[in-house]
T-cell receptor, first 114, second 111 residues
C-alpha cells in the first residue's frame, strides 16, 4: 500500500517564475492538504481539497492555488515566485468522508527560489 | 501564524535518558497531535490525544493534555539515538480540520 507520494523531490526556480508541485494521496484517501514549512519552523497550512473543491484555506496570497483531480491527486501552483517562497512543501492526505484526525504526510518537495 | 509554542526549542540528552517537551496553544481544540520529522523530511504521526482525554501512552511515548492551561507534554522514555529528530505538536479545531503546528523541539540523543 503506497503512502503519500510527492514530486519532484527538489526544485530550483528563479524569482518571478511559476512552479507546480504534485501529490498523490494514500490509497483510500480523498482529502489532500498542503503545508509550507520554512527552514527551522513548523509547517503552515496552505489549503485543503476535497471532492475537487478547496474546502479550507490558510493565510496565503492568491499566488498560491491548487487543484484536485478526479483520482484525488492534487497540484499546488505558485505564481510570481518570491525568495520567501523557498521552503519544504508538504502534502498530507486523509479520508474526508469519515473525518479522521490523523493526516498522513508525504516526503515533501524542497523548493529553492533564487 | 503558529498556534502553539514549543519548549524547549532544542534538547540534548544521552541515550537512555528521558526527553520531555512541552507545547502550549491559544484556542479551543478538538485534538492535539505530535509528529516527528527527521532531517527536514516528511512528518511521521506519533500520537493523538483528544480534548476530553488527559493522558495517552504509545510504546515509549506518553502524552498529557491540560485543556485548562492549553498545554500538552510529550515524554519519550529510554531515548535512543534513532529518536534524534524534530518534534512538532499540532492542534485541530475539528476532526479532519487543518492542523496548526508549533515551532518544534529539536532533540539530539547522543550515543
Amino acid at each position: 500500500d503506497a503512502g503519500v507520494t510527492q514530486s519532484p523531490t527538489h526544485l530550483i526556480k528563479t524569482r518571478g517564475q511559476q512552479v507546480t508541485l504534485r501529490c498523490s494521496p494514500k490509497s483510500g484517501h480523498d482529502t489532500v492538504s498542503w503545508y509550507q514549512q520554512a527552514l527551522g519552523q513548523g509547517p503552515q497550512f496552505i489549503f485543503q481539497y476535497y471532492e475537487e473543491e478547496e474546502r479550507q484555506r490558510g493565510n496565503f496570497p492568491d499566488r498560491f492555488s491548487g487543484h484536485q483531480f478526479p483520482n484525488y491527486s492534487s497540484e499546488l501552483n505558485v505564481n510570481a515566485l518570491l525568495l520567501g517562497d523557498s521552503a519544504l512543501y508538504l502534502c498530507a492526505s486523509s479520508p474526508g468522508t469519515i473525518p479522521q484526525e490523523t493526516q498522513y504526510f508525504g516526503p515533501g518537495t524542497r523548493l529553492l527560489v533564487l | 501564524s503558529q498556534q502553539g509554542e514549543e519548549d524547549p526549542q532544542a534538547l540534548s540528552i544521552q541515550e537512555g535518558e528521558n526527553a520531555t517537551m512541552n507545547c502550549s496553544y491559544k484556542t479551543s481544540i478538538n485534538n492535539l497531535q505530535w509528529y516527528r520529522q527527521n532531517s527536514g523530511r516528511g512528518l511521521v504521526h506519533l500520537i493523538l490525544i483528544r480534548s476530553n482525554e488527559r493522558e495517552k501512552h504509545s510504546g515509549r511515548l506518553r502524552v498529557t493534555l491540560d485543556t485548562s492551561k492549553k498545554s500538552s507534554s510529550l515524554l519519550i522514555t529510554a531515548s535512543r539515538a534513532a529518536d534524534t529528530a524534530s518534534y512538532f505538536c499540532a492542534t485541530a479545531k475539528a476532526a479532519g480540520n487543518k492542523l496548526t503546528f508549533g515551532g518544534g523541539t529539536r532533540v539530539l540523543v547522543k550515543p
